[in-house]
Every structure is written in structure tokens, then in C-alpha cells.
């Protein structure tokens, strides 16, 4: 795909609007970055070369350096995803209450790894690091908003919803379930078997130096 | 035991493998450990007062210049000097891949640490900031520890792929390899980055970066062109430009002199040849008048590469493309003058140098002083001494270089950083020498005037192609009685010649150029002269000779030497101490040179890089 | 039982959770009082108010509040900024997002005290990426002061000028240290600077800055209103004052508490926690996010919730990440979450990190797979040693070195129960001996 063959991003005009008055909030221009970055991913949902290459101008830098800052920030993305991002945390405090089963069965459902987009490109999964929602784990983001103390039913159901409505930007109310009961999280918490452990870190091949 | 890599081939110039003399600029010095640094032997009656403590103590207090004690040795830097450059005084570099003299210091390698004396953290030399009194020590179990880690944490995704890299002999990390060793094997997995880009005039292989940043730094700070970023992060982090698109600025092979691994390679050099092949020879970038300093390096007397040679007076640590590859075209040999030639009935004959002086002498005496020289900025400062010393010693008077205005532009920046309008490395140096710099003569064209006219009768043409002359040329040359052509190169336009004598170019011989700021520069033989070509200065005091002048001289520094008595800027300046880094001529002298780059920041102490 | 602390942070949330946002409940419940006192004070008694109350930074590093902002030089020409760091990542950290959720004009009120004291006028809240709601929620507390003039041109009809620009991240652990939070607000990769220069002297675009952590600045209304002695009366000695604790693992009723300094951890443990799950046994603490060295259940009795208490105990106060692990867990896996965790997030600058991380995380896999040997385990002691005490730009090196040193330290067991071929203890122990100084002095 060559540079010329693809059509030069350009960003709406309310939110060409909004770029405007938020470059205005800070002393210098590139600290606008990430907030126009956003508005650029908003948009389209990710970031191409072309939009990097438009937020450059923009701020007056080089599009390298946008590329950089896309590419550091895990949060943005430089390749197309589904409509609903489903980032699961895995770090230890939603290990420790059960994330593992809550990727498992997002796995199962939905046919896919960890990173991957299904067919209809209607989700992406991924694991992510701590969201700072440690005490009501399991839980994950959809989009831009949080499912907490989930289960594998919770899931289920959730996935019914989205699947059924348009994906909703402006509420990002978090979305806090009951606490699960001692048995459910009981079915939910890490098993530490080798085998297991095999089968989620991909039994990576061994290769020598 | 510290080492340095591929420099044992050590034999004399001539040999065919020389010591790759200089590979200083790419890897650290060599420097012994601190003991076995010995210190010179006093007299017990006067140790006292000769040990370093005792003589900064005794000596009254310089302005500005802070004692600092690295290993053992004591030496005065200036106030704001960082550890690193108190140790490089010291005699001893640290080990080091993000740090370049010419950058910003973004201290991310960790592999300068040091241990400062009441501090318990080691400390990054190249960043830390020395202070009066302070005791570092390099040479501590602690460093050595932290180093080794470093190293083995260097290798843990490096490919060690060097049987097919072609930094092998100037890559810091082998380097450091066999000083520290540190390399456990551990069967895990590697992770995989690109191999190969072609970024035009460079490759990348983002698996052998060792992320130092120094071609972020250098396109962000030097060439302007911002052409390389670290995009990811962690272990994942790898330097790549905007869509792998090319490299688009004409600096883009010092990428990978700085590069300190293999992973940034220069298409035009790699795979050529081995570089503990190579031999090396300073010298000057003859392309233009910015006089860049440079290492020619050669095996089996062809040349391979320039590479830029630090001189913080001229270049810093940096040469444009175009210039360091010029030497391409010394390959081309076609064109080259390859004995002396002599008019003959059939057109040219060679008669070799000892008949070719005789009749040389013949026809200036013959001509009675009706001669002139019309002589080239691409002539080293002795090239044109000698001329003019030979004009005087035939009885002429009449001489100048200027057959087109490239001079005028002897000072123009083209871009900003290193690039001049004049593609002459000698054209200060033939304005101040010819004393052409403040006087208005007529110039060449007048010259070529008189020749049409008869009012000359003779001219000795160097280095132009009578063909670059114009039309007011060709009259003259084929009014002149007698035109003697002195120059490397022979051309189509020789048809009025009547005697052409040979000369070596710059790489083949020893000799000096003065830049557009006044920097009298030295440059040093890389390869054997062109078949029977000598340095100009030498078959011009050769005819002297010929004709009697007993002065002429017969070594390079002898010529410059009776430059220096004869020509003002000149005077005072003596052979040796143009040393490699080269001195102002008089009256043009700078206290100071602005870093060269599109937005340097020498010695600022980056926060990190965009 | 112990005499229940004042609730210094969170008292309207918790009195008032559905209304506690708004700036009319804020104002009902006495807000916005000490902001307009400290509008009468001379800033150098606003620090010494700072000072005398023994505040100490509640990101992790636990730095003297009052001092940081006197490094601020007051002769300097430059503009001053303050960052609120609401880039709340460390794991098993929550209790930022619980003020900026529940109290976000709190957090604004105690930003406007402390410009004030370095006298600042344009102040910025970082926030991390994925806080779309308490972004959404400070926000519009952000809106309801501009429009009642308490920010904007003369705040409180003074004649101090006062701006807030909530700014967000997108994604990026290491925007939580100091620097690095600068750089990406400059509009950079978050990479860590090199210090000196400290922020204070040179910070956000080149001019002084303090950087303070969300509950921090949360805790100086009270302490203006009531007095730097009152909040030093309250904890212990070295440890004055409150401290919000985010406490996660198989509890009975994990979350947010906030509870004075110096209470006992299995007391909390028992009581506010509500004790262990019914059918898990505890097995381990990590009481300051995951940054801090482990502790086992017998180091936890006894030890008191404080900075010097938890020191003593080998570990640290942290960001108060108080998770806690049952004995249904493998240590080493919890260990191999961690790395993956620090290597997803170093920023990839510094060599150790950079390498390191990644590497902890393949010798823990290759254990768990039953490919390590007793090699391995040591060699993540060496890798640590290597990564830890200041060989790199900022801690999140020594982040990753703490649990690894001290995960195979307290669970010696659990590491050799999985290496395959020969192992021996007492050689395990003489390799901690070597490597154990990594750890931060008890």
C-alpha cells in the first residue's frame, strides 16, 4: 500500500473544532498529543500512517514522532479493531480473584486469542494491565468503560447486549455487579498446574541463543 | 585486560596492511588499568610535592578548574565537566554506547557507571557532573559487577549473528564482549525484530540495536531531519523511521559511523570489506571549502572509505554524503595523467621526469619572464607556494586562480551545517597565499588576454581543464608559445599542450589546506601515487631547481616552512604544529566555534529522546 | 477495638455516595473553606502549615510534602507548575480513582491550596487513560468551579488567576513516575529524565514543578483548616495523619479504607477487611502495591500499617496497594504476572529494565513449564541484583527487583518445588545472601 494510493486524513470539523480549543489549553503545542490523538482514534476508530501524518502537521512536529507516541501509548491503536475492545485485566490483584477463567471463557465464546479481532469485527479481546479496579475483580473495559466484578454469566449476557445495540460512547459510567459469592469466586480462582500454565503462555518454544 | 579490536595488524606505511590507525573515533581508546597507569619516578626528597594532590595544591588557583580524582589520578578540569570527561583526561574512556561528545547525553545505557566516593548509587559518569575534590573510581569490584550486568542483559536479544555483520571489528558491543566477558547462555526465547530494511542509502537490522538513541539524537540535533525514532517500548522498543520510508538527508551515513552495533550499516560500504582489513590515513575531505576532517582507509592501496575524523573546530564529529563519497571517483582512473608528456610530431610522447624538468627549465628560461600561472583551489598551500616560488624564480609575475566564481562563495553555507557552496577544499588558501584575498587583480581572464595577445608568452595551467577556459581560453592557449599543463587529470582539451606533468591527488600524498575560516589543515598518504604522478609542489620545486634556485625545497615541510616565511597568514605556523586538528592562519584565528548542526546541543543533558 | 480516626478523605464519599461529586454537596459539607483561608495566607506559612503536619506523598515514594514544595524556587522568573498525578497504575491500586470519583473537588480544593503555596497558576491533572469516568467526573467539577469564578481570573473574587487542564494519558505505567509524567504531558513518550535537574528547578516545560499524587493533595484542606499539628497528632511519629488503602484478594470485603497510620495489618486485616474468604488461608501480603516486597503471614502479625511499621517488617507503605494472597496461589505465577507486568511497562530506555523484566518473566514461565532448574531461580536473583539500586534512570527497575528478590526469599519452597534436576536449599540461600541487598533496608 503506497503513501499516494490512500486518501489524506482529514478529521471533522467539530472535532477539528475541539483539536483547535485544546491545543489552545496548553503552553505548547505538542502537549496537545494524546488528547488530539484521541479525537483522532474517536473518529476512526484507530490511527493510520495517514493520521499520524495529519496530526503532525497539526502540531508541528514530524510524523516519526507521532508514530512514537502511538506506538508507546498501548491505549491507541495503529491498526484497526473491533467495534467493542474487550480488555480484560490479567494483573495480579484480577489474577488472584480469577481473570484467567474470565479470558478463558471470552476465548471460548468468542473463538478468538487474546489479540486478535473477530470475524465480523464486531470485538476485539486483549489482555490488559491493571485498570486500577483491583478490589471488584475480575473485571475488564469495554471501550471506554468498566464491567466490574464479573463472572463468566455476566459475560454472557453482556456480550448478548452489545451485540445487539450500537456502541454507546458518552456513558462511561462504570458498570459495578454484586459481589459474587464465595462459590462462584471459587470457581472462578487460578489453578497452578504446569499443563495449565502451558496452555496459556502459548508453550512457547525453547530456543537457543 | 582492556583490548581494543582489530588493530594488531600493525606494519609501516607502504606495507600492505597498516594499523587501522584511528579507529579512536569509533572505539574508545585504549587505556590501561590504573595500575598499571605508572606514575613517573620522583626523587624521594621531592615526592612530597610531586605527587598530583600535592602539585594542585601547590599550584595557584586556576580560574574556573575543579581537581577531580579518577582511579587514582588526579587531573584539573573545567567547572561543569562531567565525570566522563574528567576520566577521558585522565586517560581512560568508560565504556559507553549511548554517549557521543557531539550529542545530546540522554545516560541510557548504563554501561558508564562509576562509583563516586560518600555516594552510595554507582553513577552515570557521562551525565553526573564532576565536582571540586570528588573520587570516582571506575576500576571498583561494584562497577565491574553492574557493567557485566549490563552487558549480559546487551546480549539477551542480540542476535549473535556477527559472522554476517559487517560491524564486526569497530562494534562497541565485541569490544566490550572480550573486555568485561560477561555472556552466560540462556536457552529462552529472543525477541525477534526485523532484519533487514533498506532504508536507501543505509540498512537497518532493528535485532542488533542495542537502543542507545544516538541516531534519534543526531537526526533530531545535527542533520534537523528527525528521521529515526524508538517506536514501542520495553523489550519491544526498536528505532525505525515513518513508515520504514528512506532516509531522506545528505548526511544519513553518519548514522552509521555513530551507530555502535550493526545495526545501522552503510549500503555503499558494507559487505566490501572487512574494516580489520582496512588501514587508515587522516586527511581532509578535499569537496569543498568546509574542509572536513577525515579518515581515508584502504586495503591493498584501494581505497574503501572516508569517515569523518573529529575536529571540534570544523566538522565535530560529522562529514556530508556527497563528500564521503568522492572517493568513489578516485577509482576512476581513465582520465589520469600517468607519466609526464611532451608535444611531440604525433601528438603527445612520454618522456619521463627528468627529461620532462629539463625542457620545463628550457622553455621558462627561453620565455624571459613572460610567463603566467594560472593555478587551482584544489592545490594544497605548498602546491601553491611552490608555484609561485617558481613563477618568481622564471621572472614572472603574473598569477591567479579565479577562472570561475566558485570562489566568491568560499563562505556560503548551502544547508546550514556542513555543506559549502565552493566544491574547493584550498580556495582560502589560494586567495591568502596568492595574495589575492584584498587585492583587485585582473584575475585569470586578463591573464588569458595578454596570452591572445602575445603581450604573454607563456603559462603554466593547473588543474584546469583548458576546456573549462572558454572560448577566450582556447585563444589563449593557442597564442601561447608554450603552455605547460601541471595536474592529476588529462583531458580531451589538450590539444595546445605542449608539456603535462603528472600529479598525485590528495590521498596519495602528504601536504595541507587552509578552509574557508582560515584552519590550516594537514593531510596524511592513504594509498601509493597514480603511477609515475608526484605532488605538485614537489615536480614545481623540482623545476626551480632546475633552473638554479638552490632554495627549492625537497620535503613537503620544507616547503611548507618557506610558505610560512614568505607569506604573512602563514607566518609563525610551523609544520608540526598544524598536528592532525590543524591551526588558524594569523589574523584569522576564533577563540570559539559554533557546534556544527541544525539545532546542536552539545553537552545538554537530555531528558530523553522524542 | 481502636478509637476510629477522623476521615480526612473520605467522608462525604462515604456519607454521601450519590451526591458527593457535586460542588453544592462539596460546599454543604464545609468545602471550599481552607482554599479561601489559604487565599489570605503568606504561601511560606502555607508550606510551613505543610511541613508541620508531616504529610508525606502517598504515589509510593512517601517524600516530606512541605519540603518538595520548598524547593520550589520563589525568586525565579519562570511560570510555576503543579501536576496532580491522578495516573493511578500501580497494581492493586485504587483509592485515587475512588476520591476523583466520589470527591473530585476535593482533589481540586487541595490543588488550589498548593498552588497557591508555590504560587502557580496554571495546574494540570493527569490522568491515566483509562479513567474515562472519573475523568468525565472531575471534569465536570472542573466546569461547576469555573463557572462559580473559584477557577479562572481572580478565584474567589481575588486577585490570583488560577487554571486546571485535566489532561489524559493512553496507556502507560511509567507516565506514573514524576519525569516521565512530564514528558508525556510535554506531548512525548513518557520516558523518565535523568535528575538532577529535579523538577522543582527544572519541570514541565523547563520551569519548576511539583508533582503530587492525587491523595496527597486530598489531604490539605483538612490540614489548613484544622492545622499542621492536628494532622501531625494524628498516626505515629514518623507517620502522621490518614492513609487511604486499596486492598484487593480473597477478602470478605475488599475496597477503599482509610484508616489512620499505625494501625495493626492483621487488625485491619480481621476487621475492616472482614478477614479471609471462608475456605482460603492466608498465604502473603503485598501492602504497597506491587512495587513492594512481599510478607508472609508472620511478618504481617504484629506489623503496623505505617512507613517506619512496614520498613521494619522489610517492606513499604508504597501507594498502599494492599493486596492480599491466599494460599490457593503459586507464588512463582504470581511472580511471572508481575513480570510481565514490568516488562509490558518499562518505557525501554535503560538497558536493565528494558532487558530485564522480559527476561524474570521467561525464567518464571520456564519454572512453571518444568524446564527450570535451580539455575534459573538464581539466575532471576542476579538479573534483579543487576536491575535494582539505582543502575537505571528511575525505580521501575528496582520495582521489578523488590518482588523478585523478595518473592523467592519469603517462598524459597515454592521456586524449588519446580525446577527440575538436583536442587539445594542451603545454596539457594547462600545466592539470597549475595543478592538480598537489593532489597530497600529494614
Not at chain 2, 212 to 230: H, K, L, N, P, Q
Not at chain 3, 313 to 327: A, L, P, Y
Request: aromatic residues 8%; hydrophobic residues 35%.
Amino acid at each position: 500500500m503506497s503513501p499516494e494510493a490512500v486518501a489524506p486524513f482529514v478529521l471533522s470539523e467539530d472535532r477539528a473544532e475541539r483539536a483547535k480549543r485544546i491545543v489552545e489549553r496548553y503552553p505548547r503545542k505538542l502537549a496537545a498529543i494524546l488528547p488530539v490523538l484521541w479525537l483522532v482514534q474517536e473518529e476512526r476508530g484507530w490511527i493510520s500512517p495517514e493520521a499520524m501524518e495529519w496530526v503532525a502537521e497539526f502540531l508541528d512536529t514530524s510524523p516519526a514522532k507521532v508514530q512514537a507516541v502511538v506506538t508507546f501509548y498501548t491505549m491507541l491503536d495503529d491498526r484497526p479493531v473491533g467495534t467493542y475492545k474487550l480488555q480484560v485485566c490479567r494483573t495480579l490483584s484480577c489474577e488472584l480473584m480469577g481473570a484467567r477463567t474470565i479470558v478463558d471463557h471470552l476465548r471460548e465464546r468468542l473463538g478468538i486469542e487474546p489479540g486478535e479481532t473477530t470475524e465480523d469485527g464486531t470485538f476485539t479481546l486483549q489482555e490488559v494491565e491493571c485498570l486500577a479496579s483491583c478490589g471488584t475483580a475480575p473485571m475488564m473495559q469495554c471501550n471506554l468503560k468498566y464491567y466490574e466484578h464479573l463472572t463468566p454469566e455476566r459475560i454472557d449476557a453482556l456480550l448478548e447486549e452489545l451485540r445487539s445495540r450500537e456502541p454507546e460512547w458518552e456513558d462511561v459510567e462504570p458498570v459495578i455487579f454484586d459481589r459474587p459469592d464465595d462459590e462462584t469466586y471459587r470457581e472462578l480462582f487460578p489453578r497452578y498446574d504446569a499443563e495449565l500454565v502451558r496452555e496459556e503462555t502459548g508453550g512457547a518454544e525453547t530456543e537457543a541463543m | 585486560m582492556r583490548r581494543n579490536v582489530g588493530t594488531e595488524k600493525d606494519t609501516p606505511y607502504g606495507g600492505a596492511r597498516r594499523k587501522p590507525e584511528d579507529l579512536d573515533s569509533i572505539l574508545p581508546p585504549e587505556t590501561p588499568l590504573p595500575a598499571e597507569r605508572k606514575p613517573e619516578e620522583v626523587p624521594p626528597e621531592r615526592a612530597k610535592e610531586e605527587t598530583p594532590e600535592a602539585r594542585l595544591e601547590a599550584a595557584p588557583e586556576e580560574a574556573g578548574l575543579i581537581a577531580v580524582t579518577v582511579d587514582g589520578v588526579t587531573v584539573k578540569v573545567p567547572e561543569g565537566s562531567t565525570i566522563f570527561q574528567a576520566a577521558e583526561q585522565a586517560g581512560y574512556t568508560p565504556p559507553h554506547f549511548c554517549y557521543h561528545r557531539d550529542l545530546s547525553i540522554p545516560a541510557n545505557c548504563r554501561m558508564c557507571l562509576c562509583e563516586v566516593e560518600d555516594q552510595g548509587k554507582l553513577q552515570p559518569s557521562c551525565t553526573a557532573t564532576a565536582a571540586d575534590g570528588m573520587v570516582v573510581k571506575f576500576d571498583s569490584p561494584g562497577v565491574k559487577e553492574a557493567i557485566e550486568g549490563v552487558m549480559e542483559f546487551e546480549f539477551k536479544n542480540h542476535p549473535l549473528d556477527c559472522p554476517v555483520c559487517d560491524q564486526v571489528g569497530e562494534c562497541y558491543l565485541q569490544k566490550y564482549y572480550l573486555e568485561v566477558g560477561k555472556y552466560v547462555p540462556d536457552p529462552i526465547e529472543r525477541v525477534h525484530k526485523d532484519k533487514v530494511k533498506d532504508l536507501g542509502p543505509i540498512t537497518l537490522d532493528a535485532e542488533r540495536c542495542v537502543l542507545c538513541s544516538r541516531c534519534v539524537r543526531f537526526g533530531e540535533e545535527i542533520a534537523g531531519t528527525a528521521d529515526f525514532v524508538i517506536a514501542n517500548r520495553g523489550d519491544h522498543s526498536e528505532i525505525m523511521t515513518f513508515e520504514n520510508r528512506p532516509i531522506d538527508t545528505p548526511y544519513a551515513l553518519n548514522y552509521t559511523d555513530i551507530c555502535p552495533v550493526g545495526a545501522l550499516t552503510s549500503n555503499d560500504f558494507r559487505f566490501r570489506k572487512r574494516v580489520y582489513y582496512l588501514s587508515t590515513a587522516k586527511s581532509v575531505c578535499p569537496e569543498c571549502s568546509t574542509g572536513c576532517n577525515i579518515y581515508a582507509e584502504q586495503s591493498e592501496d584501494v581505497l574503501y572509505r572516508y569517515r569523518p575524523r573529529h575536529n571540534d573546530a570544523v566538522n565535530d564529529s560529522w562529514m556530508c554524503d556527497p563528500g564521503r563519497l568522492s572517493y568513489a571517483k578516485l577509482a576512476d582512473t581513465t582520465d589520469r595523467l600517468d607519466e609526464p608528456l611532451a608535444r611531440g610530431e604525433d601528438g603527445f610522447v612520454a618522456i619521463g621526469w627528468e627529461e620532462a624538468l629539463a625542457r620545463a627549465s628550457e622553455a621558462l628560461e627561453a620565455l624571459e619572464g613572460s610567463v603566467a600561472a594560472i593555478a587551482h583551489p584544489r592545490m594544497s598551500n605548498e602546491d601553491l607556494g611552490q608555484l609561485r616560488a617558481l613563477l618568481e624564480a622564471a621572472g614572472g609575475d603574473r598569477i591567479d586562480f579565479r577562472a570561475d566564481d566558485s570562489w566568491e562563495k568560499v563562505d556560503e553555507l548551502m544547508d546550514g551545517i556542513l555543506i559549502r557552496e565552493d566544491p574547493n577544499p584550498n580556495t582560502r588558501g589560494a586567495l591568502e597565499i596568492l595574495d589575492l584575498a584584498d587585492t583587485d587583480r585582473s584575475g585569470v581572464p586578463a591573464i588569458l588576454t595578454e596570452l591572445a595577445s602575445g603581450m604573454l608568452r607563456g603559462l603554466i595551467l593547473c588543474g584546469w581543464d583548458p576546456a573549462l577556459l572558454g572560448e577566450e581560453g582556447e585563444k589563449a592557449l593557442e597564442a601561447a608559445e608554450w603552455v605547460c599543463f601541471v595536474g592529476p587529470r588529462k583531458s580531451a582539451a589538450f590539444e595546445h599542450v605542449d608539456l603535462a606533468l603528472p600529479t598525485s591527488v590528495h590521498v596519495e600524498r602528504e601536504g595541507s589546506f587552509t578552509n574557508h575560516a582560515g584552519r590550516v589543515q594537514r593531510f596524511w598518504p592513504a594509498v601509493t601515487p597514480h603511477e609515475e604522478s608526484r605532488p605538485a609542489w614537489r615536480a614545481l620545486a623540482e623545476i626551480r631547481a632546475a633552473l638554479g634556485d638552490e632554495g627549492a625545497p625537497e620535503s613537503v615541510a620544507a616547503a611548507f616552512a618557506e610558505l610560512a616565511g614568505v607569506s604573512e597568514p602563514f607566518g609563525g605556523l610551523s609544520w608540526d604544529a598544524i598536528g592532525d586538528q590543524g591551526v588558524w592562519l594569523a589574523g584569522w584565528e576564533k577563540e570559539e566555534t559554533p557546534p556544527v548542526g541544525y539545532d546542536p546541543k552539545p553537552g545538554v543533558k537530555a531528558p530523553n529522546i522524542g | 477495638m481502636r478509637v476510629a480516626a477522623p476521615k480526612i478523605l473520605m467522608r462525604r464519599g462515604l456519607e454521601n455516595p450519590e451526591t458527593s461529586h457535586t460542588l453544592d454537596a462539596y460546599e454543604a459539607a464545609g468545602g471550599y473553606r481552607s482554599v479561601r483561608k489559604a487565599l489570605g495566607m503568606d504561601p511560606d506559612a502555607i508550606v510551613d502549615v505543610v511541613k508541620a503536619s508531616g504529610l508525606r506523598g502517598r504515589g509510593g515514594a512517601g517524600f516530606p510534602t512541605g519540603t518538595k514544595w520548598s524547593f520550589i524556587p520563589r525568586d525565579s522568573e519562570k511560570p510555576k507548575y503543579l501536576v496532580c498525578n491522578s495516573d493511578e497504575s500501580e497494581p492493586g491500586t485504587f483509592k485515587d480513582r475512588w476520591l476523583l470519583e466520589k470527591d473530585p473537588h476535593l482533589v481540586i480544593e487541595g490543588m488550589m491550596i498548593c498552588a497557591i503555596a508555590i504560587d502557580c497558576h496554571l495546574m494540570f491533572n493527569y490522568f491515566r487513560g483509562e479513567f474515562s469516568h472519573p475523568l468525565k467526573r472531575f471534569q465536570a467539577a472542573v466546569d461547576e468551579a469555573y463557572a462559580k469564578g473559584y477557577l479562572g481570573k481572580g478565584i474567589f473574587d481575588s486577585d490570583y488567576d488560577l487554571d486546571l487542564v485535566t489532561h489524559f494519558g493512553a496507556g502507560a505505567y511509567i507516565a506514573g513516575e514524576e519525569t516521565g509524567m512530564l514528558e508525556s504531558l510535554e506531548g512525548k513518550k513518557a520516558m523518565p529524565r535523568n535528575k538532577p535537574p529535579f523538577p522543582a528547578i527544572e519541570g514541565l516545560f523547563r520551569c519548576p514543578t511539583v508533582i503530587n499524587n492525587t491523595e496527597t493533595l486530598a489531604a490539605l484542606p483538612w490540614i489548613l483548616e484544622n492545622g499542621g499539628d492536628a494532622y501531625a497528632a494524628l498516626g505515629t511519629e514518623e507517620s502522621s495523619g490518614t492513609k487511604m488503602w486499596s486492598c484487593s484478594g480473597p477478602v470478605n470485603a475488599p475496597g477503599v479504607y482509610e484508616v489512620e497510620m499505625g494501625v495493626d495489618m492483621m487488625e485491619f486485616l480481621e476487621g475492616e477487611l472482614g478477614g479471609m474468604m471462608e475456605g482460603v488461608a492466608l498465604k502473603a501480603v503485598v501492602p504497597g502495591g506491587s512495587s513492594v516486597p512481599i510478607m508472609t503471614p508472620e511478618e504481617c502479625d504484629g506489623a503496623k500499617l505505617s512507613y517506619e511499621g512496614l520498613q521494619q517488617r522489610g517492606s513499604m507503605v508504597g501507594s498502599g496497594g494492599f493486596m492480599v494472597i491466599g494460599d490457593n496461589v503459586s507464588v512463582p505465577a504470581a511472580l511471572m504476572n508481575l513480570a510481565h507486568f514490568y516488562a509490558h511497562e518499562s518505557c525501554g530506555q535503560c538497558t536493565p529494565c528494558r532487558e530485564g523484566c522480559g527476561w524474570i518473566e521467561q525464567l518464571c514461565r520456564k519454572l512453571l513449564d518444568g524446564r527450570g532448574t535451580q539455575g534459573d531461580v538464581e539466575r532471576i536473583l542476579r538479573l534483579a541484583d543487576n536491575m535494582a539500586g539505582g543502575n537505571t534512570i528511575c525505580a521501575l527497575a528496582d520495582a521489578m527487583a523488590w518482588p523478585a528478590v523478595s518473592y523467592v526469599k519469603k517462598f524459597p519452597q515454592e521456586f524449588l518445588d519446580l525446577c527440575t534436576g538436583p536442587v539445594d536449599l542451603e545454596a539457594l540461600d547462600e545466592a539470597l545472601s549475595r543478592h538480598v541487598h537489593v532489597l530497600p533496608a529494614a
